[in-house]
């Protein structure tokens, strides 16, 4: 075998190596995210009673005297609150689980996307709990104060435990998620995708739109739907601001070292060397197939 087939070669094995370094470090990385996740779970289940108490607290204050929540399933007194526990577990290793994530992906991004993709990172976790926490000390007192004030007579608001968790998750992930819209905001427009002009123009669909999103997240009620499409609304709002604020119109610098391109024209020595060194492969092949066996 020939030198240049043996740089070919050993190039093709870099590569290959590279790449099941990544894989290995992206399983180190999704193991330690496991292990983090299971030793707050641990930690936290001896006191699973405690904490659906505090998350049902605000149905439980507003119930009826008398009354109280229910298990119509054999498993729900040890599923239900497990399912809690593991669900607090994941929400408070989120940073961590970013961070890891950050540090895998972090060292392939240019040094200006470093620079904005952090904050938005901690803006994103930030906002994320605020939606949590909105759903938590606003919606749910309005919520529950509303369907227990129109049951009808007679009828006594028992709620189900493992129904009341399934409700309370669903409102959390879409609030939550519904926090992200000026993260979402900011981005299409740093992106290019469109600008703020634009999107102020659009703020009619943009708030039918929220409304929707309201309708098809949060149970089928109307205050429910409220709660969640005002806030995405002024949430856009605030993207809007903030994209005006930072993202400025400038014209690239193309000295910056992250915008750097090489030359892929005929007076690239890299490009001439790798053709000289196939033409020579290709030389080399079919002397060997014009020699006899």
Same mark, same amino acid.
């Given at each position: 075998m020939s030198a240049e087939q043996d740089n070919v070669s050993q190039a093709v094995e870099g590569k290959e190596q590279s790449l099941l370094d990544h894989l290995i470090e992206l399983r180190d990385r999704l193991l330690r995210m496991v292990i983090a996740v299971l030793v707050l779970f641990v930690l936290l289940f001896p006191f699973s009673e405690q904490i659906f108490t505090a998350v049902a607290q605000p149905l439980l204050a507003l119930m009826p005297e008398g009354t109280s929540m229910i298990a119509t399933s054999v498993t729900s007194p040890f599923l239900v609150p497990f399912k809690l526990v593991l669900l607090v577990a994941v929400l408070l290793a989120v940073p961590y689980l970013l961070h890891q994530l950050w540090a895998f992906v972090a060292p392939g991004l240019y040094s200006h996307e470093k620079r904005l993709?952090?904050?938005?990172?901690?803006?994103?976790?930030l906002l994320f709990y605020c939606g949590i926490a909105f759903a938590y000390f606003v919606v749910f007192p309005l919520l529950f104060r509303f369907f227990i004030a129109v049951a009808p007579e007679g009828v006594a608001v028992m709620t189900d435990i493992g129904q009341y968790l399934d409700f309370i998750i669903?409102?959390?992930f879409a609030f939550g998620i519904a926090f992200e819209v000026p993260v979402a905001t900011f981005l299409l427009i740093l992106?290019?995708?469109?600008t703020a002009e634009n999107m102020a123009k659009k703020r009619p669909y943009i708030i039918v739109g929220a409304f929707v999103i309201g309708m /098809? +997240?949060?149970?089928?009620?109307v205050i429910s739907q409220s709660l969640l499409a005002? $806030?995405?609304?002024?949430?856009?709002?605030?993207?809007?601001?903030?994209s005006r604020l930072f993202i400025k119109p400038a014209e690239?610098?193309?000295?910056?070292?992250?915008?750097q391109f090489h030359d892929d024209g005929p007076d690239n020595?890299?490009?001439?060397?790798?053709?000289? /060194? +196939?033409?020579?492969?290709?030389?080399?092949?079919?002397?060997?197939?014009?020699? $006899?066996?």
């Open positions: 993709a952090a904050p938005l990172l901690v803006s994103s976790v669903a409102i959390f992106a290019g995708a469109t /098809m +997240l949060t149970p089928p009620d005002l $806030p995405m609304w002024a949430l856009f709002e605030i993207g809007l601001i903030m690239r610098d193309e000295s910056h070292p992250d915008f020595p890299d490009n001439d060397e790798m053709e000289s /060194m +196939l033409d020579e492969m290709e030389k080399e092949e079919q002397e060997n197939l014009r020699r $006899p066996d």
